[in-house]
């Protein structure tokens, strides 16, 4: 396989975002599907859809039907691990760049890199309020890939509760919040998610003025879904402030 070779600028030692989208666009070695013959094609894999996966030729991209498909496997691009790494620095509109044209070509298909990169596009647009965008990409998400929605609810709830929105975005949140009870084995993405739900719910019931409930939402990311280091420090922060300012009204209840 031929690649061609770029000089690229670069900027004060840093990658700029349009070359980290070249290089997530890039072929990582390792695409293939294979037909139910039992031929393997070794390819470039470009698209998909629900009812076609593409694959480059010299002529452009070939479409072959899923129902002539047994198996399939879509490499993780290049930059994708840099990228996503750079969402949890709050380089919000920089990984967009990099991360929308991967989940234009790959959202249909069910592979754990591009689901991340869905739920990291989704949190951008919503850390930029972007709540239009942010709920049409977890529409589509939701449409071709149903099992994985509970992941972008909470930051769509993050977008109500900005919008002041509290009692809708605790309903957004019921089902993700049911699902936590009793889970005591977590991969990255389900503490990323429980633990965002829970700082989003304790921010919608401190907008509602239930101080001591919020309190209690923000210790649960503290103490059981700690392991996402930026989100689990907010909900420390905003526990802090909670205690401080309860404090008082604790005592003076003790007094009486």
Known sequence: MAFRIQLIRVVGGVITASVMASLAMAQTAGDY????????RDVIINRADTKNLYYQTPSGDAPMPWTSISSWNLAERRGVKETLASVDAG??????????????????????????????????????????????VAKKFGEYQPAQVNRVKPFLAVALAGQKKYDEAIAALAEVAKTAVGKLVLTPAEARMFGQ?????????AGKGDEQ???????????????????????????????????????????Q
């Open 91 to 136: 380089k919000y509109a920089e990984a967009l760049t990099v991360l929308k044209p991967l989940a234009d070509r790959y959202m249909a298909l069910p592979v754990p890199w591009i689901q991340d990169v869905v739920v990291a596009i989704v949190r951008c647009h919503t850390e930029l309020r972007q709540f239009a965008e942010a709920d049409a």
């Open 213 to 255: 409930k919020a309190l209690e939402c923000y210790l649960t990311t503290t103490v059981l879904y700690y392991h996402d280091e930026p989100i689990a420090r907010q909900a420390q922060v905003k526990a802090d402030e909670l205690k401080q300012k309860l404090q008082p009204k604790t005592a003076k209840a003790s007094d």
């Open 197 to 205: 739900a829970f700082l989003t719910l304790g921010d919608c019931y």
């Open 33 to 40: 599907f294979i037909l139910k013959t039992g031929q393997r």
